[in-house]
């Protein structure tokens, strides 16, 4: 397979409410689409990084440049032996940049599995129909907006609820939430606000009875996540420090989680985020898809990921309008709880072309030469 043709697609898409976490507050996503050509198809990817390196280091502005200047001129070196699984290779010597690397792969991936009639669940190796879907909270300004908010998703059939969490808004929300909802699924994400000296605050979170809490200490902290993991009966969760399937077997190797969110951006891609789900199994170690705000592009990747049978805790794959009130594909939705994997050739959905030029800011054609 040849490319013919890339594009970078810039969009600005509002959410339907603004989103809180110790990060910040996100009130709009700012979209960074992969559009591939090769001789037999077209391929779509999402780039998951956000305006500001908060999150990570990666921020949308320097992944679409290092896409154009340094990446995509490897996958064109290739010619036409490139394959979606070789593009982790090819990019290996550009240190860094998972996340830029995730959305081309994605694409090529993509255009390889619609050319081949071939759908992106089956390809990863899906063995559901339809997925479990959470809903994440973000944080908010008083205890009843947030049990209004929890309200209206339980309402709606969300099957798990996250709370995100921080110094100063974390036992007072839980304990709120727990209180009205005494029996469903109820964890938290702390997106790296504590340290190890926090653990006496966060052992309060114990008598609710979560399922997780994720990613509390710094994503380097790993023998501090180990440590923390004896001083708390709440399960630990670990989100940024997995950024590899290697990162994952030495996690679970040292005792730093017993839970592991994947997010394929993150490691690099839909094909490391697989191998991280092996590694998982292997060690008995559950697993579920986390989300980045996606649009219904990133959204199908994610739903078909959490399809694999290592996947046994509901992810954060929302139906389309927990975001957006008008999604760049046809939107995902929410059925008894679940959300239908895709079944269609490449990622089973498409790209509303009408709908991404309102939103569009700029198109930019890379040169192939």
């Known amino acids: 397979m040849k490319l013919s043709a890339v594009e970078l697609h810039r969009a600005q898409l509002p959410l339907v409410a603004p989103f809180r976490t110790s990060f910040g507050t996100e009130l709009q996503r700012d979209v960074l689409l992969v559009r591939v050509e090769t001789p037999d198809a077209e ?157 006496r605050q966060l052992a309060k979170l114990d008598p609710f009875d979560l399922l997780l809490i994720e990613q509390p200490l710094p994503e380097d902290d790993l023998r501090g996540h180990a440590e923390l993991a004896k001083q708390i009966r709440t399960p630990v969760c670990l989100d940024e420090s997995i950024v590899s399937a290697r990162a994952a077997a030495d996690a679970v190797a040292l005792g730093a989680c017993s839970i592991i969110n994947i997010k394929a951006g993150r490691v690099g891609g839909y094909l490391e985020a697989r191998r991280v789900h092996d590694v998982a199994r292997a060690n008995g170690i559950a697993v579920w898809c986390g989300g980045m705000l996606e649009t219904g592009v990133g959204r ?59 939103i569009t800011s700029s198109v930019t054609p890379l040169d192939l030469s």
């Open 43 to 199: 391929g779509w990817g999402e780039c998951v990084a956000m305006a500001a390196p908060l999150y990570s280091y990666e921020y949308v502005d320097a992944a679409a440049e290092v896409i154009a200047r340094f990446l995509v001129p490897r996958l064109v070196a290739v010619g036409d032996g490139l394959t979606a699984g070789k593009v982790a290779t090819v990019l290996e010597p550009v240190k860094g940049h998972p996340m830029a690397k995730a959305a081309l792969e994605l694409a090529i991936l993509d255009a390889e599995l619609r050319a081949a009639g071939r759908s992106f669940a089956d390809e990863l190796g899906a063995v559901k129909e339809a997925v479990p879907s959470g809903v994440s909270v973000g944080i908010m300004d008083s205890i009843p907006e947030l049990l209004d908010a929890v309200s209206s998703y339980v309402d709606q059939g969300y099957v798990r609820i996250k709370l995100k969490i921080e110094p100063g808004w974390d036992v007072e929300p839980v304990a709120a939430v727990r209180e009205r909802y005494p029996d469903i699924p109820l964890q938290v994400d702390a997106n790296t606000a504590y340290t190890l000296g926090d653990a």
């Open 300 to 358: 199908a990747a994610n739903v078909a990921l959490a399809a694999l049978p290592g996947f046994t805790l509901p992810g954060d794959t929302s139906a389309s309008d927990r975001y957006y009130r008008q999604d760049i594909t046809a939107p995902f939705v929410l059925e008894n709880g679940h959300v239908r994997v895709p079944t269609g050739p490449g990622l089973g959905v498409d790209v509303d072309r009408a709908v991404l030029r309102e």
